[in-house]
């Protein structure tokens, strides 16, 4: 049985600032930065301990074309997103979510 995603409430805000953020500027921008989530998403289920370990037993995807990270937790029935984490602007912000 395939794991299911969650989200952290504060990732989805995450994700929805950036998302907007996007859009402002480009409808065709912000499309490819929730498919760059959605394929990042897809690698994760794939084999999450392939990624990097970062804080507090998180993994991290880098996004494509995008200066993002999803950062995840990944526990035996679900991968938790913790944090669409800007790579450049406080990349560490995430951490006190957990």
């Known amino acids: ?20 953020w996007y859009e402002k500027r480009s409808q065709a921008v912000a499309i490819g930065f929730m498919l760059a989530i959605d394929e990042a998403i897809v690698l994760v289920l794939e084999d999450p301990h392939r990624f990097p ?24 029935e679900r991968v938790v997103i913790v944090a669409v984490a800007h790579a ?9 979510r957990l």
């Open 88 to 96: 450049k602007r406080r990349p560490d912000y995430w951490q006190r």
């Open 1 to 20: 049985m395939p794991k299911r995603v969650e989200y952290l409430e504060a990732a989805r805000v995450d994700f929805d600032e950036s998302f907007n």
């Open 53 to 76: 370990r970062t804080h507090g037993g998180c993994h991290y995807c880098k996004l494509r074309r995008y200066p993002f990270r999803l950062v995840f937790r990944n526990e035996a």
